[in-house]
């Protein structure tokens, strides 16, 4: 088979990015009698496990710019995000009808509470709000979250009508072990050559990650990396910026793109923090339950999604990210109403300010049309920081 060009990997991402039918996901589950899909929503949840017991782990990211929501704006008020709204649309026009079960991570009371109204609405449905813990003792909350892994295993198993077997775990272990250093080659690459990996298409990339089986997207990322490094592309004059903020409600492409068009190359974010959420490799031998819950509590990134009771610690992951990258400034973006990313953001900007590092904040919706005001703003700050560099 020819090697695909960068323009046809980017185009096959974007064919999966704006499908909200999900169509390679229902033909995943169609190609064999009965398999399951099992849908999630942000930040993070055990895929390995899904996984193992032979199911389709399905990102859920809402309905994107595009998606008019008239249905989802009946089961929650205005003055929250709007994936919520976006999720709900999907499932009620009947664009989630082939998922089996649903999981809704521990992230913030909105997400919470939308594992409620699913098992309202999805009375035939596995849902699962998957809690996490908030105490890193192993002893203490090592404990609690083995304890939920495995019930999360034991409802896997009824859905299944099987047993899900350690072996079956960690040879999903070691799949996701693999498709994580992947992930991480990318970010690297893209942060070395960020001419050659547009934050867009790497984005669209990860994306991908999101409906495909992981042995699929692994192989995805191979070959884009293989193709764009022989790509040449010109270099920009650009600044170097992380973006922070944007764990859960997903931003608009079109914003992504107009931070690289106004002068920002993006060399790391936070966006899908499900593949990157654990920062080393998972034990692939011995008890799986109890080598997920402790690469949860001492090797998880620390971020507005993860509740951190050290605020000597607050913020360290941030700056050494600036420091890996060789950032010249951060960018907070930040979904509209977002009380993690929201709240967490006055404790990073006291550390950037104690450090004289460069940054601005904006807020944005999935659905957020107007991007000059952003190309504006984030080409100023590009200025100031090359003036301030420079000086």
Known sequence: MEARTVKEIVAFCQGLFDDLDFTRAREWKAAVPGRKVIGYMPVYVPREIIHAAGMLPLGILGGGADMEVIHGDAY??????????????LAVT???????GMLFPSICDVIRNLSGIWRILFKEKYVRYFDAPQNFREDVGGVFYSN??????????KLAGRRIADAEINASIEVYNENRLWVNRVYDFRADFPWKAPSAEVYLLMRAGMVLPPEEHTLLMREYLSAAGAQDRPMRDN????LTGVFCEQPPLNLIKSLEISGCYIVDDDFLLVCRWLLEDVQADGDPIENLSRAFLLHSAQTAAKYEAD?????????DAIRRRRADGVIFAAPSFCDPALLDQPMMISRLDALKIPYITMQYAENSGQMQPIREQSGTFADSIKLWSSS
Request: charge should be neutral; proline fraction near 2%.
């Open 76 to 89: 929650y008020q205005s003055y929250i995000c709007r994936i919520p709204r976006s999720t709900v649309e």
């Open 94 to 100: 009947g664009r989630l009808d082939f998922v089996d």
């Open 148 to 157: 939920e892994l495995r019930e999360f295993r034991e409802g896997l198993e």
């Open 239 to 242: 600044c170097r910026v992380v």
């Open 311 to 319: 605020m000597e610690v607050k913020g360290r992951y941030l700056i």
